[in-house]
């Protein structure tokens, strides 16, 4: 029998868990269990809608992590301020005048040094940001996907997940990213060629063709981003709840979305505008009811704003979690098109 201090050590317990023996491995490839095969959108909004009420837990836990990854990036903002400050100060004293501290500022923030010292900060913050999110999301998704099979009483899939599919979701995140990359790329050929046309616009022979021909690749512009970006989701939905591998999960994602691209997108556009509906919806009443605080009195209005502004991160992070259920019911259900499993 394993001691009970090696009991999360042994190789036999990993090995049960990399096999997808542990609550988050079996729970993605039981969606299907929930009687939903081939969800429509519909189905599909109302298990994620179900899965994100169940597992409201979480939406605390994400609003930390969106406060987290928000914080991260302030030691690179401080540290330019105090260099732009430091060279106002220096400039001044070179220049008694503004526009000797506002040389004295650019001529700091243009240095290599801390343009070089500014980029490694900011890279650093920006990967232990996309860290945090990977983490997160590691231990969210198993949940939702545990409330997706109908099994509430699973083990706890959190932490398991956090513990075993962190390094699975790492390499399908940097797969997503090179996605999304190519698709701002997409995006900003796109702006920078109907910006030429536009320039040129006297000069060409057939106006309302080319319009039309710019308004079309504007459209795409927005369209490609978007789509790609469903894209990453679902394929990190399927390398948490169905254990694929980064390039499998990718692939099997866009085959998802190429057999129901109508079905992905109305859902994601969905969620979306009922979260920017509730959101606004919240803000107008807090409007209205802090509004005699404002009026008595700035310090006296500072913390009913910063209420109203967790409780819309809070908000947030709850339509975060019914969209992430949504994409996983669509992306791993069984027997819908584009998937031989």
């Known amino acids: 029998m394993t001691p009970p201090e090696r009991q999360y050590t042994d190789p ?3 090995r049960k868990q990399g096999a997808g023996g542990g609550a988050c491995g079996g729970a993605g490839r039981r969606i299907a269990s929930a009687a939903v095969e081939a969800p429509s959108t519909r189905a599909a909004l109302g298990l994620g809608w179900r899965a994100a009420t169940e597992s409201a837990w979480l939406a605390p836990v994400g609003m930390i992590v969106a406060l987290a990854r928000s914080a991260l990036a302030l030691p690179a903002w401080a540290f330019a301020g105090a260099i732009a ?11 008694p005048s503004v526009d000797g501290a506002l040389l004295g500022g650019i001529e700091a923030l243009t240095s290599p040094r801390m343009a070089a010292t500014f980029a490694g900060l900011w890279l650093a913050a920006a ?5 945090v999110r990977i983490a997160y999301l590691a231990g969210a998704l198993p949940t939702l996907g545990r ?3 109908g099994e509430p009483d699973a083990p706890p899939a959190f932490a398991t997940g956090l513990a075993f599919r962190f390094p699975r979701l790492a390499g399908t995140a940097v797969l997503v990213f090179l996605v999304e990359i190519s698709g701002g790329l997409f995006a900003w050929t796109v702006y920078l060629g109907t910006f030429l046309v536009t320039a040129r616009a006297g000069s060409l022979s057939r106006p309302v063709l080319s319009a039309l021909v710019v308004a079309a690749a504007l459209v795409a512009a927005i369209f490609v981003p978007f789509a790609l970006s469903t894209l990453g ?3 990190l939905a399927r390398a948490a709840l169905r254990e694929d591998g980064p390039v499998r999960a990718l692939v099997r994602a866009a085959g998802r979305l190429a057999a129901r691209p109508g079905a992905f997108l109305l859902a994601a556009l969905a969620v979306a505008f009922v979260g920017l509906l509730l959101t606004g919806s919240m803000q107008a009443v807090a409007s209205l009811a802090t509004g005699l605080t404002r009026v008595r009195g700035g310090w006296l209005a500072l913390g009913p704003e910063l209420m109203v502004a967790a409780l819309a991160t809070l908000l ?7 969209r992430l259920g949504t994409l996983a019911v669509l992306a791993c259900a069984r027997g819908a098109p584009g998937d031989p499993d």
């Open 12 to 14: 036999a317990f990993r």
């Open 85 to 95: 400050l430091r060279g106002a100060v220096s400039g001044l004293r070179r220049h």
């Open 127 to 131: 990967l232990l940001s996309a860290a």
């Open 147 to 149: 409330t997706l099979s």
């Open 233 to 235: 989701d679902a394929a």
């Open 316 to 322: 947030a992070a709850w339509v975060e979690l019914w």
